[in-house]
Every structure is written in structure tokens, then in C-alpha cells.
């Protein structure tokens, strides 16, 4: 029972930077991670990044040096600063939350916010 609102994605050109935000509401007490996912066309939901309620930060391959995931717990808000964006990056990105009982890196819960578009092309 956790809703996710998310900021808006955007247009940027190759090398440019376009920050995502998502702030969650409901039961923030079994939240355990945030982070955000992507969906290219006709491509599977894939992580992007999370942050544990520990700290623990993870990222995709792909996106390791560019991007930054942070939070601000007052404000139950995560953060997503992408860098040195680059046309495979072109996606829609979904913030989620892994919320329960965690096992093996999988969550009870996955809790998805609306899919934003970020685009990068020249």
C-alpha cells in the first residue's frame, strides 16, 4: 500500500543530464528499497538503480559512473541524477519500491510509480 509520484521525465540530447525524483506515501514503513526501473520498446523492465533503507546502493552495468541515486528520508523522496546521458538510455523510467519481507534480493511487494519518458537523442 505505497504510492509512488514521480517527477517528470524529459528530452535531453546525448551528454546532457536530467535529474528524476519519486516520493513515496502509504505504508513507508515496510519500504526496504527504492530506485527506479526502465523499459526500452519491445525490452524487458530493467533496474536502473536502488538505495536500501541501510544505504546500499546498487546500479545497473550500464549506468555505473553516470548516474546517482540518493534520498532524502524526511521527505520519503529519492533522487535519480543521470549524467552523461547517452541515446540507450532512451526508456521509460518507472520508480519502485521493494516493501515487505525481503528474500535473496527479492521483495514480498513491488510498488511502481507511472512510467515517465526520458529521451535522449541529437
Known amino acids: 500500500q505505497v504510492q509512488l509520484v514521480g517527477s517528470e521525465g524529459g528530452a535531453v540530447q546525448p551528454g546532457g543530464s536530467l535529474t528524476l525524483s519519486c516520493t513515496a506515501s502509504?505504508?513507508?514503513?515496510?519500504?526496504?528499497?527504492m530506485g527506479w526501473y526502465r523499459q526500452a520498446p519491445d525490452k524487458p523492465r530493467d533496474m536502473v538503480a536502488s538505495?536500501?533503507?541501510?544505504?546500499?546502493?546498487i546500479y545497473a552495468d550500464s549506468v555505473k559512473g553516470r548516474f546517482t541515486i540518493s534520498r532524502d528520508n524526511a521527505k520519503n523522496t529519492i533522487y535519480l541524477q543521470m549524467n552523461n546521458l547517452k541515446p540507450e538510455d532512451t526508456a521509460l523510467y518507472y520508480c519502485h519500491a521493494g516493501r515487505g519481507l525481503e528474500y535473496d534480493g527479492i521483495y514480498q511487494y513491488d510498488d511502481w510509480g507511472r512510467g515517465t519518458q526520458v529521451t535522449v537523442s541529437p
Open positions: 502509504g505504508s513507508i514503513s515496510e519500504i526496504k528499497s
Open positions: 538505495i536500501k533503507t541501510g544505504g546500499e546502493i
